[in-house]
Nanobody, 124 residues
């Protein structure tokens, strides 16, 4: 089993940057592909970014391509989401998720474990 704890959320102005971190428990972090999802008030949880077990392959939602970067450090059991050029429409609770397997998935149903989420608020 994997436990995930997100951090790094907060309030930022339009055009600003934040880096989210997700620390995973356990010694087999590299056995998991990782993803970031987000959920805005009144909306469904949506895919943001994903990364395979080694960090060599990534994918992004069209809405964040060119602005967000997902990365991982297997030695630190941590996955990151660097968010630049933030917009008010990026405001949401951001969730880290783990999928047991080397290759990532862009669907919510493809993930086995979820963190509690961290709030990101972008003011205009």
């Amino acid at each position: 089993q994997v436990q995930l704890v997100e951090s790094g959320g907060g309030l930022v102005q339009d055009g600003g940057s934040l880096r989210l971190s997700c620390a995973a428990s356990g010694r087999t972090f590299s056995s998991y592909a990782m993803g970031w999802f987000r959920q805005a008030p009144g909306k469904e949880r949506e895919f943001v970014a994903a990364i395979n077990w080694s960090g060599g392959s990534t994918d992004y939602a069209d809405s964040v391509k060119g602005r967000f970067t997902i990365s991982r450090d297997n030695a630190k059991n941590t996955v990151y989401l660097q968010m630049n050029s933030l917009k008010p429409q990026d405001t949401a609770v951001y969730y880290c998720a783990a999928h047991y397997g080397k290759y990532f998935n862009t669907r919510r149903s493809g993930y086995d474990y979820w963190g509690q989420g961290t709030q990101v608020t972008v003011s205009s």
